[in-house]
């Protein structure tokens, strides 16, 4: 397995139980607008928009597919809110 490169972040993270990092590759955020629609060149302008591109790792940073293989929809949605919430602070 390769180690990952080119990462902004590697966030602590768990999954079934097993310590592992987050591999945060790109992290963007656009809040939504807050004035008249109009005002906005797109949607994605005015209701705002997030994109994360991230990988999950072993405790030593290499990839980890098959811990990735265990994940469920919901702990996507967290791994998400997990990384919105490093980036905010």
């Known amino acids: 397995m390769p180690k990952a490169k080119g990462l902004i972040a590697e966030i602590p993270y768990n999954i079934a139980g097993i310590p592992c990092l987050i591999g945060v590759e790109d992290y963007s ?23 994360a591109c ?23 949605e967290d791994i998400l809110e997990t990384i919105r919430n490093y980036f905010s602070d």
């Not at 955020?29 to 994109?51: K, M, T, V």
């Not at 790792?57 to 919901?74: M, V």
């Open 54 to 76: 991230w990988v999950i790792l072993d405790r030593k940073g290499y990839t980890a597919p098959w811990l990735e293989s265990k994940l469920s929809n919901s702990m996507e």
């Open 29 to 51: 955020y656009q809040p939504p607008y807050n004035g008249w629609a109009g005002n906005c060149d797109s949607d994605i302008d005015y209701y705002g928009d997030e994109e």
